[in-house]
């Protein structure tokens, strides 16, 4: 990340901003709730395609932006489709970052309105609690 701020130094980032840290799931939750961005970077397999990670979950649930590769199960299409976030093409990297820092730029004024959208998706579609009704039925 070093390399990252001194490449691009005026993307509106810089090292006091950004925290990686490691945790335990209640730790998470704390970390969730006072971050604003979510980063969901996956490989272009099938395993991912198919995939519906619980991490977008947790985010969505937190209220989080999600930037997230393109093709990641129905979680790319419910960022575009409902303006969460952004989907980036990790293995072009400069590209990449310039679209974050276009973003970032802009993100600030709708931080309230994403992470409203956010909590409401993530509540109606990434619960258990939204899928009850149907493991009932199911199990029945």
Known sequence: SVLFFIKFPKLYLNKHNIRILNGDKVDLKLHLCASDIGFLLRDDIPMNNAASPVKAAEYLNAGLAIVSSPGIGDISKCIVENNLGI??????????????????????????????????????????????????KIYE
């Open 87 to 136: 989907l980036i093409n990790s293995k072009k990297l400069i590209q990449s970052v310039i679209y974050i820092g276009r973003y970032l730029s802009s993100f600030k004024e709708n931080k309230k309105s994403i992470s409203s959208r956010a909590i409401c998706i993530g509540k109606n579609m990434y619960t258990w609690q939204a899928y009850s009704s149907l493991y009932r």
